[in-house]
Nanobody
């Protein structure tokens, strides 16, 4: 059974930090790029960041560059998103997702869509 389980969300004040974790199982971690998406009420889903554990490729949306850092622990099949200097506009439901890199390596794999996603975790940044 494929599972992507997010943890680490919560309520934080503007300027604060949170570290999201995505623990995965049931698929070959090295054959996928792992990405974080978010969706705020009334807004479209946004791709936030991605990492390809097999080759280290990463991607960040312009809105989070310099504030968020993505990393992976290949031994644990886990991906982390360190979020610093949080702003109220970062408030959203954050989803961990996986896109197959076979045929399209790195985070470019998301061009062809994702295979798996978690249930999401809420991040709320108060002003």
């Amino acid at each position: 059974e494929v599972q992507l389980v997010e943890s680490g969300g919560g309520l934080v004040q503007t300027g604060g930090s949170l570290r999201l974790s995505c623990t995965t199982s049931g698929f070959s971690f090295d054959d996928y790029a792992i990405g974080w998406f978010r969706q705020a009420p009334g807004k479209e889903r946004e791709g936030v960041s991605c990492i390809s554990p097999s080759d280290g490729d990463t991607y960040y949306a312009d809105s989070v560059k310099g504030r968020f850092t993505i990393s992976s622990d290949n031994a644990k099949n886990a991906v982390y998103l360190q979020m610093d200097n949080l702003k109220p506009e970062d408030t959203a439901l954050y989803y961990c997702t996986a896109a197959p890199t076979i045929g399209t390596p790195g985070c470019a794999a998301y061009i062809y869509g994702m295979d798996y996603w978690g249930k999401g975790i809420l991040v709320t940044v108060s002003s």
